[in-house]
Nanobody
């Protein structure tokens, strides 16, 4: 079993940056790919980015490509999502989760969800 705890969310202005973190604990973490999803009020939970613990592969949603960067620190068991050029439409609860399905952007392929961290971008 894997436990995930997100942190780092907050209220920021548009065109600024914010970094959220996800600390993972549990056995055999290295077998998982780590992903970030987000869910805005009244909307589906959508894929944002994913990465391997070695950092040799990553995947992004088109909506964040070029603005967000996912990274992983295996020694700290922590995955980061650096968000730049934030827009009001990036406002959502950001969740991290695990998958063993390479290249998947589908929520159904992810498990071990954290509790989420709220990111609010004001215009």
């Amino acid at each position: 079993q894997v436990q995930l705890v997100e942190s780092g969310g907050g209220l920021v202005q548009a065109d600024t940056s914010l970094r959220v973190s996800c600390v993972a604990s549990g056995r055999t973490l290295s077998r998982y790919i780590m992903g970030w999803f987000r869910q805005a009020p009244g909307k589906e939970r959508d894929f944002v980015a994913a990465i391997t613990w070695r950092g040799d592969w990553s995947l992004y949603a088109d909506s964040v490509k070029g603005r967000f960067t996912i990274s992983a620190d295996k020694a700290k068991s922590t995955v980061y999502l650096q968000m730049s050029s934030l827009k009001p439409e990036d406002t959502a609860i950001y969740y991290c989760a695990t998958t063993i399905s390479a290249s998947s952007k589908h929520r159904r392929d992810y498990n071990n969800w954290g509790q989420g961290t709220q990111v609010t971008v004001s215009s």
